[in-house]
């Protein structure tokens, strides 16, 4: 079995498609798996574009890559209040919780528990993230039509 660094990897094999259209995508690693191939430095939030790379992927696609999965598993999405003001979302679905595009944080260690629901309205409120999160919606669509 293919070792993953994202938060909760493990866990997150117990986790399943609730939504259909994502053909392929019937776990967590199987959506991190397409994303791979789909994060970029278009997807990444702007205020983080310029260090956005290949070898941080992850990097600013937090919110939009976690009301995906929500999309695709369920559950719910949380934020957690980074020290510069900003909001690190993550997923939770049926006692599973998982995050993404934890490697960002090069092994900090977040904290997971206590963290306030997140609801798409208050972050896609702002169009360049609503956009971004179409973005990666209709790209893994295309690849899950391959």
């Known amino acids: 079995m293919l070792e993953y660094k994202f938060y909760g990897w493990q866990d997150s094999q117990n986790v399943h498609a609730v939504n259909t259209d994502f053909k392929g995508i019937d776990t967590p690693c199987r959506l991190y798996d397409a994303l791979r191939n789909i994060w970029c430095e278009y997807s990444c939030a702007p205020r983080m574009r310029d260090h956005w790379s290949e070898e941080n992927i992850t990097l600013g696609q937090c919110s939009i890559t976690a009301f995906l999965a929500q999309d695709i598993f369920g559950g719910k999405v949380y934020g957690i209040l980074r020290p510069e003001g900003s909001i690190h979302c993550y997923n939770a679905v049926d006692g599973h919780t998982f ?8 092994g900090e260690e977040l904290n997971y528990t206590g963290s306030p629901e997140q609801f798409r309205e208050n972050h896609f409120a702002r169009a360049e993230k609503r956009e971004r999160y179409e973005y990666l919606k209709a790209e893994l669509l295309k690849q899950c039509l391959r």
Do not use: I
């Not at 995050?99 to 090069?106: V, W, Y």
């Open 99 to 106: 995050d993404l595009t934890s490697e960002q944080f090069n």
